[in-house]
């Protein structure tokens, strides 16, 4: 996302600073100064303190996230790790090749999965193990990253399409879950292809995302929005110009441990070294010019009529630590779309899904639970609002209602 993607530029600038500083620091220690020495002639004296400095800072430029990433997260926890399935390349609708995995009970719900921007499908390991053990699962790469390649272009038009493709591929109505771009993803497919939901598509979850130009709800949108003519376009364009030495870059970045910091801001209380690791791994490892242009293509985006036309139900996940989109979002989400709630979930960021697996894991479950149960899997006529089961106190509260979801629920 955008945020991260500002980020980035500093802490990948100072890398390169401390690299730079650490090489000449080294190279003036070696060409050192000639002066005269006690007997008359001319020695080469050296300053010892730039061998030592010199030779730190280029340790760190290489070595240093293993020294960043137990300083910015904790151990423990479940692994995350950019793990892959036996997955296959298919065709999507958009022309694109599509790298999808699946997993779990070939005659169960079918959730399909679509991850945000920069990252791919490994990085619903952390959900897919258990919610598989019930559930249809399938996962699939955005084109241009992880796998799968794009036809053309790269755009939320072209992602709704093969996400389309998907859908109809199944044969039974499936459950769309999308975290930030996939979200996104969701909401056009909703506004482009509207008759699919209440056929093909019987419920959306939402994670962290957003209905609009992700500049807008971010922190500090007024200054993101004031910069985006002047630097963060040109910057992007440049990036796809530059893709080899922007990606030589990023590398750099990760292995001093720069990159891991900016990505820390991803995340809210709990986040664990892997998962920490897993998500700039990705995001050093997916081409640059590829997410300079789907976030150029975000920049464009707005949801329009596609969060009135998601007349499914609706889970709506939010963050109350979200930099990068700010729970506003959620909330606006939730109200206008016509079967939507919102759920609350305390002390995590963007990253959500990855340091509360557990809560998000039995929100999803739950909520695809009760389509079962009205047997919204299998019937494919139209479909009445979706009413979720609630106290009559939280009945009169209207779709916006929230429940805080703490730690340790």
């Given at each position: 996302?955008?945020?991260?993607?500002?980020?980035?530029?500093?802490?990948?600038?100072?890398?390169?600073?401390?690299?730079?500083?650490?090489?000449?620091?080294?190279?003036s220690?070696?060409?050192?100064?000639?002066?005269?020495?006690?007997?008359?002639?001319?020695?080469?004296a050296?300053?010892?303190?730039?061998?030592w400095?010199?030779?730190?800072?280029?340790?760190?430029?290489?070595?240093?996230?293993?020294?960043?990433?137990?300083?910015?997260?904790?151990?423990?926890?479940?692994?995350?790790?950019?793990?892959?399935?036996?997955?296959?390349?298919?065709?999507?609708?958009?022309?694109?090749?599509?790298?999808?995995?699946?997993?779990?009970p070939?005659?169960?719900?079918?959730?399909?999965?679509?991850?945000?921007?920069?990252?791919?499908?490994?990085?619903?390991?952390?959900?897919?193990?258990?919610?598989?053990?019930?559930?249809?699962?399938?996962?699939?790469?955005?084109?241009?990253?992880?796998?799968?390649?794009?036809?053309?272009?790269?755009?939320?038009?072209?992602?709704?399409?093969?996400?389309?493709?998907?859908?109809?591929?199944?044969?039974?109505?499936?459950?769309?879950?999308?975290?930030?771009?996939?979200?996104?993803?969701?909401q056009?497919?909703?506004?482009?292809?509207?008759?699919?939901?209440?056929?093909?598509?019987?419920?959306?979850?939402?994670?962290?995302?957003?209905?609009?130009?992700?500049?807008?709800t971010?922190?500090?949108?007024?200054?993101?929005?004031?910069?985006?003519?002047?630097?963060?376009?040109?910057?992007?364009?440049?990036?796809?110009?530059?893709?080899?030495?922007?990606?030589?870059?990023?590398?750099?970045?990760?292995?001093?441990?720069?990159?891991?910091?900016?990505?820390?801001?991803?995340?809210?209380?709990?986040?664990?070294?892997?998962?920490?690791?897993?998500?700039?791994?990705?995001?050093?490892?997916?081409?640059?010019?590829?997410?300079?242009?789907g976030?150029?293509?975000?920049?464009?985006?707005?949801?329009?009529?596609?969060?009135?036309?998601?007349?499914?139900?609706?889970?709506?996940?939010?963050?109350?630590?979200?930099?990068?989109?700010?729970l506003?979002?959620?909330?606006?989400?939730?109200?206008?779309?016509?079967?939507?709630?919102?759920?609350?979930?305390?002390?995590?960021?963007?990253?959500?899904?990855?340091?509360?697996?557990?809560v998000?894991?039995?929100?999803?479950?739950?909520?695809?639970?009760?389509?079962?149960?009205?047997?919204?899997?299998?019937?494919?006529?139209?479909?009445?609002?979706y009413?979720?089961?609630?106290?009559?106190?939280?009945?009169?509260?209207?779709?916006?209602?929230?429940?805080?979801?703490?730690?340790?629920?």
């Open positions: 996302m955008p945020f991260l993607t500002l980020l980035r530029i500093p802490f990948t600038l100072l890398s390169l600073a401390i690299l730079g500083t650490g090489g000449w620091l080294l190279w220690w070696f060409q050192g100064e000639w002066v005269w020495g006690a007997d008359g002639a001319l020695v080469r050296r300053d010892d303190w730039r061998l400095l010199g030779g730190g800072l280029l340790a760190w430029s290489f070595l240093g996230r293993f020294v960043v990433v137990p300083l910015l997260a904790r151990p423990g926890g479940p692994p995350s790790r950019a793990h892959r399935l036996d997955g296959q390349e298919v065709t999507g609708a958009s022309g694109s090749t599509l790298y999808v995995e699946t997993s779990g070939e005659t169960g719900p079918v959730l399909i999965l679509t991850h945000g921007w920069g990252l791919d499908s490994t990085i619903w390991n952390c959900l897919r193990g258990p919610l598989a053990e019930r559930f249809r699962i399938v996962a699939w790469d955005l084109p241009g990253l992880g796998r799968s390649r794009p036809a053309k272009s790269i755009s939320l038009s072209a992602f709704a399409a093969d996400l389309r493709g998907l859908v109809e591929g199944m044969g039974r109505p499936v459950v769309l879950v999308g975290h930030s771009i996939g979200g996104m993803t969701i056009t497919l909703a506004r482009e292809h509207p008759d699919l939901f209440g056929r093909e598509v019987a419920g959306v979850v939402l994670l962290n995302t957003t209905h609009t130009n992700p500049l807008q971010m922190v500090l949108s007024d200054l993101a929005r004031a910069l985006r003519w002047p630097l963060l376009e040109p910057m992007l364009r440049m990036t796809v110009w530059l893709q080899p030495l922007a990606w030589l870059s990023a590398w750099q970045s990760y292995l001093s441990g720069w990159a891991h910091v900016a990505n820390r801001f991803g995340f809210g209380r709990y986040v664990t070294r892997s998962q920490l690791e897993h998500t700039t791994l990705l995001a050093t490892r997916n081409p640059p010019g590829a997410q300079a242009l976030n150029l293509a975000m920049f464009r985006w707005d949801a329009g009529e596609g969060l009135a036309r998601l007349s499914v139900p609706t889970l709506v996940l939010g963050g109350d630590l979200d930099l990068i989109t700010r506003e979002a959620s909330r606006t989400i939730a109200t206008v779309a016509p079967a939507a709630r919102l759920e609350i979930i305390e002390g995590v960021n963007h990253m959500g899904f990855l340091e509360r697996a557990d998000y894991g039995r929100q999803i479950a739950a909520f695809a639970d009760t389509l079962t149960a009205a047997g919204k899997h299998v019937d494919r006529a139209p479909r009445a609002p009413s979720p089961p609630a106290a009559a106190a939280q009945d009169e509260a209207g779709p916006d209602l929230h429940v805080p979801i703490r730690p340790g629920s």
